[in-house]
Nanobody, 123 residues
Framework: QVQLVESGGGSVQAGGSLRLSCEASRLTYRWYCMGWFRQAPGKEREGVAAINSVGTTRYADSVKGRFTISQDNAKNTLYLQIYSLKPEDTATYYC?????????????????WGQGTQVTVSS
């Protein structure tokens, strides 16, 4: 069973930066996709970025240029670097994984989820 644990959330002022981390255990598969999703109160879960096992990335249009997804295979860790934070980025951010190299920002395609980390951006 794949386990995902997020960290790195917090409260920041608009314009600041954060780096979220997701440590994955038991993700010992050749082909996989890992992604970051977020959910604000009263809103649907939104995919923001994804990366597969060969490093192909995908971003939501709303975050392109401000969010960077990366992975450190040696540490089994996924990252999401967020720059120029805006109040509308306030949400719980979730790490997710699925088996297979196909990598789309569709939450229903992901089988494994972390517990989430809260990001709050004040103006």
């Amino acid at each position: 069973q794949v386990q995902l644990v997020e960290s790195g959330g917090g409260s920041v002022q608009a314009g600041g930066s954060l780096r979220l981390s997701c440590e994955a255990s038991r993700l010992t598969y050749r082909w996989y996709c890992m992604g970051w999703f977020r959910q604000a109160p009263g809103k649907e879960r939104e995919g923001v970025a994804a990366i597969n096992s060969v490093g192909t990335t995908r971003y939501a249009d709303s975050v392109k240029g401000r969010f960077t997804i990366s992975q450190d295979n040696a540490k089994n860790t996924l990252y999401l670097q967020i720059y120029s934070l805006k109040p509308e980025d306030t949400a719980t951010y979730y790490c997710a994984a699925r088996l297979g190299a196909d990598c789309y920002l569709d939450s229903v395609a992901f089988n494994y989820w972390g517990q989430g980390t809260q990001v709050t951006v004040s103006s």
